[in-house]
């Protein structure tokens, strides 16, 4: 198939265009929400291709992955003709949760694919059809040492976010062990920060930590938190969303007390064997769960459908 979907969640585009589609992406000038086309740091294939918005009536799109409400309208608007299209819901939902409404809820034309069971379960999906896809990436393989006694933290935008992601805890955190913070804008930090690294490098440097810190209050999955386990990581995480179906007991500790968890983080720092040991149950649970081929094999599944 040729897919049209938009560069919106780079991590999440990374998997799902590993599959054996042609998957076109649009290019705005100046590349921005809009048409941001392939990504500086990451190592995409040539089958993820970049069209210019104003060029793509002339290419045969088979499907649209939408991801923004105003997609429905841009593919129409840059196609010039209806084509059909599932719509990708990355989000949990936010505001006054038990009454959010799904922007699809009204319909029951274009499908509507969570990326969680937490997130179907919380967004009021009205009468719109829904899929659950679960997340998959690619594996970076058992790269974990663990050779320093520090946590590693992923988390883009932390000043901007800092409820949602938990930042708020993380001084309460650094008491017991030391930080180190990759992502986008971590820069001024008071921890130890590496700014958006490519993602090769980031899990590299990732896996010399002792042990993953998932410190996120309300989000769908961090995929860098599934990445973590493929490296060979443990985990400590707070208890929320679907991080309690995604992390089993083996594999860390998830907790809604923070002290529980900084005590872990610091057993952790404290115990190599105990580490590692944690870490190749992480790494199962995440190949057995969220691995690429399942991933691809549901969205072939669903694309086939529509």
Request: hydrophobic content about 40%; charged content about 25%; aromatic content about 8%.
């Amino acid at each position: 198939m040729r897919i049209l979907l938009w560069h919106v969640h780079g991590s999440y585009t990374n998997a799902f265009i590993r599959g054996r589609h042609e998957y076109l992406l649009p290019v705005v000038p100046g590349r921005g929400p809009d048409g941001r086309g392939r990504a500086d740091t990451y190592d995409w294939p040539e089958s993820a291709r970049e069209v210019p918005f104003d060029r793509l009536r002339d290419e045969p799109v088979d499907v649209v992955v939408h991801q923004r409400p105003h997609e429905l309208d841009l593919a129409r608007d840059w196609l010039g003709r209806d084509v059909p299209g599932v719509y990708l819901e990355h989000n949990a939902p936010a505001g006054d949760v038990p009454r959010t409404r799904h922007p699809l809820a009204g319909q029951d034309r274009v499908t509507l694919v969570h990326v969680t069971y937490f997130n179907e379960l919380y967004w009021d999906n009205g009468r719109a059809r829904t899929r659950v896809i679960e997340h998959g990436v690619p594996d970076p393989g058992h790269l974990y040492t663990g050779e320093l006694p520090r946590a590693g933290v992923v988390v883009n935008e932390p000043v901007r976010r800092t409820r949602v992601a938990g930042t708020d805890l993380l001084p309460r955190f650094a008491e017991r062990v030391p930080l180190d913070v990759f992502g986008m804008q971590v820069a001024g930090l008071p921890y130890g920060t590496h700014e958006d690294l490519p993602q090769h490098v980031m899990h590299a440097e990732l896996a010399r930590r002792r042990v993953y810190l998932h410190p996120y209050r309300w989000t769908s999955l961090g995929l860098a938190l599934i990445e973590a386990m493929h490296l060979g990581m443990p985990i400590v995480a707070l208890a929320a969303t679907e991080a309690i179906e995604a992390v089993p007991p083996e594999a860390g500790v998830l907790s809604t007390k923070v002290h529980v968890l900084a005590d872990a983080l610091h057993a952790f720092a404290g115990d190599p064997e105990s580490a590692a040991q944690a870490g190749k149950a992480a790494r199962a649970a995440a190949l057995a769960r969220y691995g690429l081929d399942r991933f691809l094999a549901d969205w072939d599944r669903l694309l086939s459908e529509v």
